[in-house]
């Protein structure tokens, strides 16, 4: 499955962005989806992962401020980002499981090429 992520962008803090990873080649539904964010000098970590059946897993520090959702019959994912902080800044990257979820990056077998969010002062 190829994976496009898109919708980053330069927003002031407490902005929203929505980001979007359409996937081509095979139905998500047979995925669990996840976002990654890799900021500057830091490892990648999870924001956000859901399940094929649509269970919501989300990294302490992102829960309220961010929602992952999928359309499967749009064969895509999204992270609505509210109350945007300068520390988001990263590049988000979003990623296909084989497994039912995984919240471990070593889970993912497909990513998408990223996309730059930044957020301003």
């Known amino acids: 499955v190829q994976l496009q992520a898109c919708g980053g962008g330069l927003v002031q803090a407490g902005g929203s962005l929505r980001l979007s990873c359409a996937a081509s080649g095979r139905t998500i539904s047979n995925y669990g989806m996840g976002w990654f964010r890799q900021a500057p000098g830091k490892e990648r970590e999870l924001v956000a992962a859901?399940?094929?059946?649509?269970?919501?897993y989300y990294q302490e520090s992102m829960k309220g401020r961010f929602t992952i959702s999928r359309d499967n019959g749009k064969n895509t994912a999204y992270l609505q980002m509210n109350s945007l902080e300068p520390e988001d800044t990263a590049v988000y990257y979003c990623?296909?499981?084989?497994?039912?979820?995984?919240?471990?990056?070593?889970?993912?077998?497909?990513w998408g090429q990223g996309t730059q969010v930044t957020v301003s002062s």
């Open positions: 859901i399940s094929r059946g649509g269970s919501l």
């Open positions: 990623a296909a499981t084989r497994l039912i979820v995984s919240t471990d990056e070593g889970g993912y077998d497909y």
